[in-house]
């Protein structure tokens, strides 16, 4: 989801809701600066072509997510988080 409201792309989203999750770690990726640009304010069906020609993993997996609604991004909150107890875990 883009970080700045109101994205013509995104118009499902109110304000309320980008606020809630647009600034959230869960809907951010790591991508290049010229990448990023390059999404901007970009539709998901859109931002999912950059994704997937990503060569870090955690960007490219994003482009096999069929929609980027919240239930979509508690999702890649709870895989992250599995994800990130299991690589520090001690």
């Keep these: 989801m883009p970080k700045s409201f109101p994205s013509k792309n995104w ?8 606020f809630k999750f647009a600034l959230l770690l869960w809907n951010l990726t ?24 990503s060569q870090i993993k955690l960007t490219s997996e994003i482009a096999e997510i069929a929609t980027w609604q919240p239930k979509d991004i508690e999702k ?4 992250l988080a599995d994800l990130a107890v299991k690589r520090w875990s001690t």
């Design 11 to 18: 118009p499902s989203y109110d304000q309320d809701m980008h």
């Design 76 to 79: 890649r909150q709870n895989d």
């Design 30 to 53: 790591i991508m290049s600066s010229n990448e990023n640009k390059v999404a901007g304010q970009e539709s998901f069906a859109d931002k999912k072509k950059i994704y997937a020609q």
